[in-house]
């Protein structure tokens, strides 16, 4: 009976060490896949880092390219009035400069 009994508790011990080799080969799996999968999504972070870096230096460049746009339209319309001002004694110098020439007789 105790070579029975030992029988036993040896076919135990060995179902014991073959699952939890088992279960141990299942987690090295586990964390391989984990790693790769860690190793993947930090990939992606530091590509999304970078791109989000040339987003903002894009932005910061659109922002001072819209600040100059803004102080050039800031002058033209200052100056509106003044050069709509200029155009038109410009235009009617012309107008009278054309009616005197056609009214010109030249012999």
């Known amino acids: 009976e105790a070579i029975r009994s030992e029988e ?3 076919k135990a ?3 014991f060490v073959k699952g ?3 279960s141990v080969e299942a987690n090295s799996k586990d964390i391989i896949n984990k790693s790769e999968e860690k190793a993947k ?4 972070l530091i590509e999304a880092k970078e ?3 040339g987003v903002l230096l894009e932005l910061e460049q659109l922002s001072n390219f819209n600040a100059e746009l803004h102080k050039s339209c800031d002058f033209v319309v200052k100056n509106f009035e003044l050069r709509q001002t200029a ?3 410009e235009v009617e110098a012309l107008r009278q400069a054309k ?3 056609s009214g010109a007789k030249f012999e």
């Open 87 to 89: 155009r038109d004694e």
């Open 41 to 44: 999504k930090e990939g992606d």
């Open 99 to 101: 009616a005197i020439l």
């Open 13 to 15: 011990y060995e179902d």
């Open 8 to 10: 036993d508790a040896q």
């Open 20 to 22: 939890t080799n088992g």
């Open 51 to 53: 791109a989000k870096e």
